[in-house]
């Protein structure tokens, strides 16, 4: 059985839909690759998975031993964190709250579940630091250590090198490479389609045209095609 | 000087003063830090407002226990606004605004049209900026006072992390099962109390200085929540207690020169961050 299922989903906000009949399923240990225009409702589609919001029709079904708050999230940073006075520990051992339930602190295990996580993604020497100030790939990966301490088992990353120099944005898709060759979970929102076709096996291409399947499927379908030439033709435009 | 200060120190009223001054600044900054990050500074405001249009209603139908109007009504305020933060048909900072001058208006409508006593003015004003009302603080008021304020201080230790969590990435605290809905609810209800207590130390016109100053001052200096956090608390008290110390030393308005000791402390804690960050931030 598979991590997730979407049955003739439809995703939007206040009754209108911005993407429909949608169907998918994740299995664990895939890396799935969500891509679309902008404005193809990819964000609202990971909202809908998160159950922050009701998905319009159709259905998300979560099964497999994965519970609803096992899901990690790699949120895009708010205006808010910008200038938010937290340090490196604090932020990463808030992922420890869904381990929480109602109790209110943090226990042995949690804080040493946070540092591990800190030294597996190299920010150990930065814990006590304020977030505010460090680079933005560094503020990517406390959210991400934030993120595994939330779960074993599956990420939601919405555009993870968004404003990440070239780089730390190789450096970023090694780690969540990493990541899942340990049998992580990736489902990934990503602008940028070759590295979706570098490091996915399926693909989830929302908008007008709808499709899901592996890579290779995504490569000779219509839908790809016709979407991987007009990045392409982007790319040198960019280029020029 | 000193005498003059050991001699009112005695008085049971200073004493209160001080009791009741030095626990709802303290109360009024945990908050602040939460609310400061989150884009509600002018809460604060707004609520004060609303609680002088209440305390306006309660004074027209001649309530004795003005309270029991003026509290719900404005922890009722204070989570509509909160809430506004999710479904943005109308933005928060507009909410806020409109909440703040609507009661404002109606209120001082309300206490022109049906006097109560000779001295309309002077009512609004004490009501606006705070008056003597905490040097004639009954022994009653203190002790509800000190209860409130030990339960908001309990609440906020308790769900120390769950506020981190919710006000740092509320979707992220959702998404990983903690329940952001009801600890926004809990905020604003604690942020209602305070408020409405507060309106007696400073008046509804300058309590959002007592939220937002110790904590934008800590901010300048600290760069962790929890710093920033206890830092705010101790300036908040430290502040109160000078500007109530003052007061009565100088002989002006308590809510005021409180107020006054609070941005001036802001001005000392900037100076300090921009030295001591070389201006970087």
Redesign the interface.
Known sequence: MSYIQARNLSVGYEGEAVGEQINFTVDPGDYLCIVGENGSGKSTLMKTILNLQKPLGGEIIIGDGLKKNEIGYLPQQTPVQKDFPASVEEIVLSGCQARCGLRPFYNKEDKALAQENMEKLGIDFLKKRCYRDLSGGQQQRVLLARALCATRKILLLDEPVSGLDPKVTAEMYELIRNLNKEGITIIMISHDISAALTYANRILHIGENIFFGTKEEYLNSNVGRAFVISHEKEGEDHVG | MLDKLALYLSKPFVQNALIVGVLIALCASLLGVTLV???FSFIGDGLSHVAFGAMAVAMVIGLTNDMLLILPVTVVCAILLLRTGQNTKIKGDAAVAMISVGALAFGYLLMNIFPTSGNISGDVCSTLFGSTAILTLSKTEVWICIALSLLVVVFF??????I??V???E????????RAGTYNFLIALVIAVIIVLAMKLVGSLLISALVIFPALSA?RL?????K?TVFSGILSVVCSVAGILISILAETPVGSTIVAVDVVVFGICWLIGLITTGGN?
């Open positions: 990050l989150k884009r230790i308790f769900f120390y992390n769950k981190f969590a006000t740092f990435d979707n992220f605290a959702r998404a990983v099962g903690t901010m600290f760069r962790s929540f929890k920033v931030k």
